[in-house]
């Protein structure tokens, strides 16, 4: 399937070619085309899609319980978010780097 972005698109407004152009918030990367001469844009329809999921999830507190396993103690990630993270990732290793973000948040890395 040819992605929608391979194909040239005028600003509406100017009737210019727009260009390409990397659109990052809350660190997620979107394709976006931008128009140079009045800054018109649009992102990707999948990658907006994703970003809203994003922000969706973004939203939720999840209440989840810490279990004694062994000598640690052991959370449930909910698995909309590791389904995220999957679809995310090209490579999903199941390694996760975890620290002190402050003294009472921890921060859990996934790459
Ligand atoms: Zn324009």
Request: hydrophobic share 40%; aromatic share 10%; glycine share 2%.
């Amino acid at each position: 399937m040819v992605d929608i972005f391979e194909n040239t698109i005028l600003c509406k407004k100017c009737n210019m070619k727009m260009k390409p152009a990397r659109l990052i918030r809350n660190g997620f990367d979107m394709r976006a085309l931008l128009c140079d001469k009045c800054g018109n844009r649009i992102i990707h329809p999948s990658d907006e899609q994703e970003y809203n999921h994003f922000l969706n999830l973004k939203s939720k507190t999840f209440k989840v319980k810490l279990r004694l396993v062994g000598n640690s103690y052991a959370v449930s990630i909910p698995k909309e978010i590791v389904e995220f993270m999957k679809e995310q990732e090209k490579i999903f290793d199941d390694m996760v780097n975890l620290c002190f973000e402050d003294v009472k948040k921890l921060k859990l890395m996934f790459n």
